[in-house]
C-alpha cells in the first residue's frame, strides 16, 4: 500500500480528510509503558483514560476547532491526529483520506505548530523563515526565498521582515507577530493539513482574532485542511470555526457545527443568553449533551483493545513504510545548520561578547597576578608556577557551562525540527562542533597571548603555540562535555549542578592535591578521567620538558643548582612522550563527548518519533 501522504506541487495540492475512528488513549505507568502492558492490564493499576472511543474529522477548506475545559483531553486529540503519539499506544484509527496514517511520514508532511515556540531570539522573521526553507525545501537559496517572501505576505508580516524575534532581555516583535511566526515556520512547506495547539494562547483578543481569521484564510483560499484547539473564543472567532469538537473528560459531547450545538441545547430546554455564546453556555451545561456514560466507554475500551493491538499487528506486518528521504545532503545540512549557529552566537552578546571580553581580561588579571614567576628559581617559584598551571585550568574548564543555557534553548528548537524530519541528528552535531573550533580558538588565544608572556613562561615560540594548543583543547573539552550534559538533563539548575559537581570531582583527582600513589585502588579510575590530568601535566612538560629543560636550573642550594627541569619531570613521573599522547587523550575526550552527546539526542528523537 502507498502512503497516503505524497508531496505534490504548491497550486495543485489534493485534499486531505482526517479521521479518527474511536480512539481510546491511557495513560499507563512508566513501569507499564516499559514493558508494552499497556493493553490488557489491570485498570485499577493507576492508569488513566485520557480520551474514550472518540470519532471525529476534519475536512479540506474548513476550520476545525477542538473545545472544552481544561484536562479534557484537547492536546492529547490533536497530537494523536498529528502522529506524535506512537499508535502502539492509542486504541483506534486515525485515518487520512480513509487510510491509515503512516506517522513518519505523515510528520513530515503535514505542519504541527506547539503552544510553546521554539524560536532563536536573535534572528529576524526573515532569517527565522529562510533557515525553516532551507533545511525542508529542496531546490536550494532561490526557491527558499521565493516561498518565504510568498509566506511573509500571507501571514502579514513583510512590515518585521527584518526585526529580530526578541525575547528575555532583547526587544523583539509583538506576542500576535510571535504566535504568527511560529505558525509560519511549519508553513513554508506549504502543508495541506495545519494542525494547532492553542493558537490564541497568550493574546489579547483583537491579536487572537488576527491569528484565527488568517487560518480561516488559507482554509478557505487553499483548501487546507486546518484543526486547532481553542479554550474560551470570543463571539468573533467564534464565527470563523466550520466544525466544532467538544471533549469532556476525554469524551466527544458535541461533533459538528455550531448551529447544530445550538439546536441541540434548545430542544434538552436551555434559554441561551445573549450575553453569552453558545460554547461557553455549553461547557456549562455539559451534563446535558454526553450520550455515553464514562463506564460503558471505559468498558468498551478494554473490550476493544485486544482486536485494535491485532489489528495493528496485522498492519503493520502487511504495509512496508519506503524510505524516507531528507530534503537536502548532509553537506547542505551542515552549512545551513553551521551558518544559523554563527548567527546566533555572535548575536548573542551573552555567548560572545562576555566570553571574549572575560577571556582577554582574564588573561591580563592573570599576568599581572603571576607576573615574571616563570623566570624566578627556587621552591616557592615552582609552587607558584604549578599553582597558576591548575587555577588556569579551573578558570579555562568552568567558565563555558555558560554555554548551557543557549545549548538547553538549541535543543527545544532541535527536538521540533527533527520531529518533522528537517535533518539528521549527526548533521546537527557536526555543525554544533565545527562552528565553535574557531570561535574557542579566538577565546583561546586572547587567553593566553597576555598571560604567556606576563607569567615569564618558557621564552620561545614553539613554546608559546603548544600551550596555546592545550589551552584550545581544554576550552573544547570543557565545552563538549557542556553539550553532552545539555542533550542529558532536563533544566538548567540539574545541568549547572552535575557539571560543577562533576568539575569539582576532576580537579580533586588531578593529582595536584593528591598523588597518583596515594590516591585508593578504588578510586583511581576518576583519576584517569579527569579532564585536568592531561592538560596540568602537558603544561609541566613543556615548561620544564625537552632539551631546554635539561638544562634549566630551577632550584638551587649554596649557589649550585639542585634541580634541573628534566630531572623535577622525572620525580613527577612525567615522561617527553606523554607531551603527545596526552594531546591525543584530551582529543579523545572532546570526540567521545561529542560521540555520546549524538547518542542521546538520538535517542531522544527516536522516543520521540516512536
Known amino acids: 500500500m502507498e502512503s497516503s501522504l505524497e508531496p505534490v506541487s504548491r497550486g495543485r495540492k489534493t485534499p486531505y480528510r482526517l479521521e479518527a475512528k474511536n480512539v481510546s488513549y491511557k495513560l499507563c505507568s512508566q513501569i507499564d509503558d516499559f514493558k508494552s502492558l499497556c493493553f490488557g492490564s489491570d485498570p485499577k493499576r493507576g492508569s488513566k483514560l485520557i480520551l474514550k472511543d472518540v470519532s471525529c474529522e476534519a475536512r479540506p477548506g474548513e476550520l476545525t476547532a477542538i473545545a472544552g475545559p481544561s484536562g479534557a483531553g484537547k492536546t492529547t486529540l490533536l497530537e494523536i491526529l498529528a502522529g506524535r503519539i506512537s499508535a502502539h499506544k492509542v ?128 482554509a478557505v483560499h487553499q483548501g487546507k485542511t486546518i484543526v486547532l484547539t481553542i479554550h474560551q473564543p470570543g463571539f468573533r472567532i467564534l464565527e470563523l470555526l466550520d466544525h466544532l469538537i467538544l471533549l469532556s ?156 543555557p543557549i545549548f538547553l534553548q538549541e535543543r527545544r528548537t532541535f527536538m521540533s525540527e527533527t520531529s518533522r524530519g528537517a535533518y539528521r541528528v549527526s548533521s546537527y552535531v557536526l555543525a554544533n562542533t565545527l562552528v565553535f573550533l574557531p570561535f574557542l580558538l579566538l577565546v583561546g588565544l586572547l587567553y593566553t597571548t597576555p598571560v604567556y608572556w606576563l607569567v615569564g613562561l618558557r621564552k620561545n615560540i614553539d613554546g608559546f603555540l603548544y600551550f596555546s594548543l592545550v589551552v584550545w583543547l581544554v576550552i573544547l573539552t570543557s565545552n563538549s562535555l557542556v553539550a553532552c550534559f545539555s542533550a542529558l538533563v532536563p533544566n538548567f539548575i540539574l545541568g549547572t549542578s552535575v557539571i560543577a559537581g562533576l568539575m569539582g570531582s576532576f580537579f580533586l583527582f588531578s593529582g595536584y592535591f593528591i598523588s597518583k600513589e596515594k590516591i585508593p585502588s578504588y578510586w583511581i579510575f576518576m583519576h584517569y578521567l579527569s579532564l585536568f590530568k592531561y592538560p596540568f601535566e602537558c603544561f609541566m612538560i613543556n615548561e620544564y620538558g625537552g632539551k631546554q629543560g635539561e638544562r634549566r636550573c630551577i632550584e638551587t642550594s649554596n649557589g649550585e643548582c639542585s634541580l634541573y627541569g628534566g630531572e623535577f619531570l622525572r620525580q613527577q613521573g612525567l615522561r617527553e612522550s606523554q607531551k603527545w599522547s596526552n594531546l591525543a587523550m584530551m582529543l579523545g575526550f572532546i570526540i567521545g563527548y561529542r560521540v555520546l552527546c549524538f547518542f542521546i539526542l538520538w535517542c531522544r528523537c527516536y522516543r520521540t518519533r516512536k
Request: with cysteine; aromatic share 6%; proline share 2%.
Open 91 to 218: 486504541s483506534g484509527q486515525v485515518l487520512v483520506n480513509q487510510r491509515p496514517m503512516d506517522a513518519n511520514r505523515f510528520r513530515r508532511t503535514c505542519g504541527y505548530v506547539t503552544q510553546e515556540d521554539a524560536l532563536f531570539p536573535s534572528l529576524s522573521v526573515r532569517e527565522t523563515f529562510m533557515y525553516s526553507a532551507l533545511l525542508r525545501l529542496p531546490g536550494g537559496r532561490k526557491v527558499a526565498a521565493a516561498r518565504v517572501s510568498e509566506l511573509m505576505k500571507e501571514l502579514g508580516l513583510d512590515h518585521i521582515a527584518d526585526s529580530r524575534i526578541g525575547g528575555g532581555s532583547i526587544h523583539g516583535i509583538s506576542g500576535g507577530e510571535r504566535r504568527r511566526v511560529s505558525i509560519g515556520v511549519d508553513l513554508v512547506h506549504d502543508p495541506a493539513i495545519i494542525l494547532i495547539d492553542e493558537p490564541t494562547s497568550g493574546l489579547d483578543s483583537a491579536s487572537a482574532l488576527k491569528v484565527v481569521a488568517l487560518l480561516k484564510l488559507m
Open 249 to 404: 473528560d476525554g469524551l466527544v459531547m458535541h461533533n459538528g457545527s455550531l448551529n447544530l450545538l445550538e439546536a441541540r441545547l434548545k430542544l434538552a430546554g436551555h434559554h441561551i443568553p445573549h450575553h453569552i455564546n453558545v460554547l461557553e453556555f455549553a461547557l456549562d451545561v455539559m451534563e446535558t449533551l454526553v450520550i455515553q456514560t464514562s463506564e460503558s466507554v471505559n468498558n468498551q475500551f478494554f473490550l476493544k483493545e485486544e482486536q485494535h493491538h491485532r489489528m495493528r499487528l496485522q498492519y503493520s506486518m502487511h504495509v512496508k513504510e519506503k524510505a524516507l528521504l531528507y530534503p537536502n545532503s548532509r553537506m547542505q545540512e551542515i552549512l545551513i545548520l553551521g551558518q544559523r549557529f554563527c548567527s546566533n552566537i555572535f548575536r548573542t552578546k551573552q555567548l560572545f561578547a562576555t566570553r571574549v571580553t572575560q577571556a582577554l581580561v582574564a588573561g591580563f588579571v592573570l599576568g599581572t597576578i603571576f607576573l615574571n614567576v616563570g623566570n624566578k628559581q627556587g621552591q616557592i617559584a615552582l609552587q607558584t608556577r604549578s599553582g597558576f598551571f591548575a587555577f588556569s585550568l579551573t578558570f579555562l574548564l568552568s567558565s563555558t557551562t555558560e554555554g548551557l
